[in-house]
């Protein structure tokens, strides 16, 4: 059974940065894209970043393009989001998703995720 657990969310003013963790048992991460998605109060979950199996391909939603970016360390079964220059509208709970197909270029549909992390909060303040 495939685990994820996300880590390194908090509170942080508007401008700073986070870096988001998902770590991941069960499985071989390493065949697997991975993605990272958002949902705010109110709001449906959306995509914000997925990294291909091998790293080598990283897409982007609207929202964190230029700011966001995800990176995977296959020896560590981990892969990262490193968010800079946060907003209020990033305030969101962050989920981590291991992509269904194997060898993919990492979900950017949630229907495209077969695991899902519990979730980590980010909450910018103005």
């Known amino acids: 059974q495939v685990q994820l657990v996300e880590s390194g969310g908090g509170l942080v003013q508007a401008g700073g940065s986070l870096r988001l963790s998902c770590a991941a048992s069960g499985g071989t991460f390493s065949n697997y894209g991975m993605s990272w998605f958002r949902q705010a109060p109110g709001k449906e979950r959306e995509f914000v970043a997925a990294v291909s199996w091998s790293g080598g391909v990283r897409r982007y939603g609207d929202s964190a393009k230029g700011r966001f970016a995800i990176s995977r360390d296959n020896a560590k079964n981990t892969v990262y989001l490193q968010m800079n220059s946060l907003k209020p509208e990033d305030t969101a709970v962050y989920y981590c998703?291991?992509?269904?197909?194997?060898?993919?270029?990492?979900?950017?549909?949630?229907?495209?995720?077969?695991?899902w992390g519990q979730g980590t909060q980010v909450t910018v303040s103005s």
């Open positions: 998703a291991r992509e269904a197909k194997i060898y993919g270029l990492g979900a950017t549909l949630r229907d495209s995720c077969d695991y």
